[in-house]
């Protein structure tokens, strides 16, 4: 187990990342065709084929998902990803014809520093390709990478995160998300996560909550005027699962945004939770479908504090300070 989103057979990420444009791409693959949902519970989303994720449409099985920077030029990077699926012979077969189906989510990151000057067209569509073919099924990189590379949060800057677990009866659910939220991953004014409590091995400082909780800790705090947000990810399982049941993973996905982030899903935020089932592993009875549920939302929440405390500050003028900028290791 790599406490990563890899710890599902038959799922790979590949990251595209350009630190002088302050922006990249990631791309969730899966070998074979997965079961898979989503939901949008932010205010302000940008998406690609999202809305074929609905339990009530009739495509039920995806090839990849994207979590993309550039906000709606960002979109372009499914293209890129498509392309590859393409050539490999991937795709949903319509008569002699194959349509890759490739749901991705963007984060606004366009006022981060980078140089956004890239002419014409922007370079999201090869980004895509690039993170497709940089796809592995073992460690990958967390923080300033890929769809995290420009994120920020109210507080520190944001990044890419992942986490797994497993549940009683073997099934495994892991959690991949970018974090470029409107609000705060962080309790007030210091280190401590709001992700605290789900927290396992010391993942991401090991420093619990602060004791006693004030009132101070949890006042507003967001991004200053203009600084549209949004927190991307997927959940994804071993076992086989509907549709339906997909779609309800990725709603706890977002209770995970919601116990990570102060506050999350607000009319700026673009919150958007992918969720599959490779079907790996078999059914789960009621009672460890509930139980994928609790750890969707928990394994969601550590991820965010994952990528938080590995992210690094952009080498740009007036970047925002990284967790560890401020605080150490």
Known sequence: MHNLLTDIAGVRVGHATDLALGSGVTAIVFDRPATASGSVLGGAPGGRDTALLDPAMTVSEVDAFVLSGGSAFGLDAAGGVQAGLRADGRGFAVGPARVPIVPQAIVMDLLNGGDKDWGLHSPYRDMGLEAYRNATAGAFQLGTVGGGTGATTATVKGGLGSASARTSKGFTVAAIVVVN???????????????????????????????PLLEEHVALRIKGAGRIATTIGAVVTDATLTKAEAHRLSLLGHDGIARAILPAHLGLDGDTVFAAATGEKGRPEMAD?????????????????????????????????????????
């Open 289 to 329: 479908f509930l139980e994928l549920c609790h750890l969707a939302a928990s394994t969601m929440a550590r991820a965010i504090g994952r990528g938080v405390h590995a992210a690094d500050a952009l080498a740009v003028d007036g970047a925002q300070a990284s967790w560890r900028d401020r605080w150490g290791a």
């Open 181 to 211: 939220a409107l609000g705060a991953p962080t309790v007030g004014d210091g280190p401590h996560f709001w992700a605290a409590p789900f927290e396992r091995d010391g993942e991401y400082g090991g420093l619990g909550l602060p004791h």
